[in-house]
């Protein structure tokens, strides 16, 4: 998946409206971060409070900005968390985090001796109960009666008292990112290691041009236009830009689709929550997601997030697995804070088109599909003629739901640099909690199971276990667009198609300029 923003905890709330000419997502090819619970929209850090009666002494004001309950909850492990308290807390320093291990121990330590105060007072009310079921003085039944509603008020008050401190349990530990694969670098993207690098940059004889200027000269593009129309970083694509478009997404496609994976158009518009699951900030300071006003919907940055709630809340057949997908769809990014020159013409766009890898497998499996992923890739970006890097990522450059990162980093002679055009993220059970996708093992002996692959009830033999979610860009068109003009230009102004994508242009080997 893609972008550079970092969506972590903290940010202050803020929804992009789509009134407003406002930007998308992430910056496009980069991976995403961010907390998950609609509750998280700041995730600021706040001191921990008493939950209990005096907890209802709070201020009007203070409850007016309090933050909103999760509208879902993470099955996260709290006691592993506790156990690991150590690592976790390397973990959270390595990956710049704010989130505050120390304040979710301490509710987590309060969650537990209140949810064993309920439990004795609610062993004490059925004794109660139990009591009066015989035959028994007036004045003794009397005496249980007071008893047992004493200990049903009691029982009310500790109850909510356990609600409340279990949202707030859920809103701060939602903040702490996937754990991270041993082998991945340590410090910030400069310290992110090169694991493969493919051809070498192409020797011009003449002055390159930039894409914008082979664009403009190839009337390729329309920015300006499309300005007028929908605002900046919005674009028209004419003539043969159309058909290369096109030629990338089905080539893209249909090459990814004979590894097995499954063909999805997704939807374009999706829940909010879903978002959140998927480790994005729908709202809040500096977002990359476009939400629509008056409603728990947003437009999507990536197919990453349709895909990854195709099995929400059900329990996979382990025979199934892996589910591998390979989706098209258009993706909008604010690009909320992305200025300067390295980010004009189709670097950095609100809108664009997409095709994403995801896949869903078994937890042992996960590292083997991360490498096909990064393989397939790898393939895609050798068969187009591309001079391009590939890097393991940094813990400081990972979003949170990411357990390791490849990026693919190809060299654009126009712009001077490499450009980011791909990443493969493997996300492990951070994605899956959030979503609820777990499959049940295949048993060992001839227990039967429910066949039904997609059971939202679940039942059959056997403990669940969470699937573990991996994505990878397949081709994000405007930065293949910019590879592809900048790397193949000839001095008299033209561009060469690539052999691979000539069959899906009726044949066209050569963009030529427009003379009027």
């Known amino acids: 998946m893609l972008t550079r923003t970092c969506f972590g905890c903290g940010g202050a709330a803020l929804t992009t409206s789509l009134r407003r000419n406002s930007c998308l997502f992430f910056s496009p090819l980069r991976t ?12 600021k850090r706040t001191s ?21 309950p999760p509208q879902w909850k993470a099955a996260i492990d709290f006691k592993w968390i506790r156990d690991n308290k150590d690592l976790v807390a390397a973990n959270i320093k390595n990956r710049n985090s704010i989130a505050n291990l120390e304040l979710v121990l301490e509710l ?5 001796n209140l949810q064993k105060e309920v439990e004795r007072l609610r062993a004490e009310r059925n004794s109660v109960a139990n009591k009066m079921k015989g035959k028994l003085e007036p004045s003794v039944r009397q005496a249980l009666v007071e008893e047992g509603k004493s200990l049903k008020e009691g029982l009310v008050a500790l ?6 401190l279990s949202d707030k349990l859920q809103q701060e530990a939602q903040c702490i990112p996937n754990t991270t694969h041993p082998d991945a670098p340590i410090g910030g ?15 011009f004889g003449f002055d390159v041009k930039d894409h914008l200027q082979l664009g403009k000269e190839l009337d390729l593009f329309d920015f300006d236009a499309a300005s007028e129309v929908s605002g900046s970083k919005f674009y028209y694509l004419k003539n043969e830009a159309v058909l290369l478009e096109m030629a990338l997404i089905n080539w893209s496609i249909s090459h990814v689709a004979k590894r097995g994976f499954t063909p999805l158009i997704t939807p374009e518009i999706v829940r909010s929550s879903v978002v959140e699951k998927c480790g994005f900030q729908p709202r809040g300071q500096n977002t990359q997601v476009y939400s629509i006003e008056e409603s728990d919907q947003c437009l999507i940055g990536t197919a990453e997030i349709p895909v990854g709630g195709i099995h929400m809340d059900s329990i996979l057949s382990e025979s199934d697995l892996p589910l591998k997908y390979v989706a098209y769809s258009h993706c909008f990014r604010t690009e909320a804070g992305a200025a300067g020159a390295a980010t004009k013409g189709l670097y950095r766009v609100h809108q664009f088109s997409k095709v994403e890898m995801f896949v869903f497998c078994k937890p042992e499996e996960s590292d083997l599909y991360h490498e096909e992923l990064i393989e397939i ?72 199971t429910n066949t039904n692959n997609n059971s939202k009830k679940g039942k059959g033999a056997g403990p669940t276990r969470f699937v573990h979610t991996l994505n990878a860009t397949a081709c ?34 050569v963009i030529k300029p427009k003379f009027k």
């Open 108 to 112: 987590y330590e309060k969650f537990l």
């Open 377 to 448: 890739e790898e393939e895609l970006f050798t068969s187009l003629g591309l001079h391009f890097k590939t890097l393991d990522m940094a813990t400081g450059d990972l979003g949170a739901p990411a357990y390791r990162k490849f990026d693919v980093e190809a060299w654009m002679p126009g712009l001077g640099r490499y450009g980011e055009i791909s990443s493969a993220s493997n996300c492990t059970d951070y994605q899956s909690r959030r979503l609820g996708i777990r499959f049940r093992p295949t048993p060992s002996d001839s227990t039967p």
């Open 32 to 43: 995403l971060t961010l907390p998950f619970s609609s509750s998280l929209a700041s995730c």
């Open 476 to 509: 994000a068109v405007p930065r293949m667009m910019i590879c592809l003009l900048e790397n193949f230009q000839r001095e008299d102004g033209s561009v060469v198609v690539p052999e691979v994508l000539r069959g899906y242009m009726g044949g066209l080997e």
């Open 189 to 203: 993207e400069e310290s992110s290691v090169i694991r493969k690098t493919v051809g070498s940059p192409r020797e």
């Open 48 to 68: 921990p409070r008493q939950f209990s009666v005096s907890a209802a002494l709070a201020t009007q004001e203070e409850q007016k900005v309090a933050t909103k």
């Open 159 to 164: 109850e909510e008292n356990l609600v409340e």
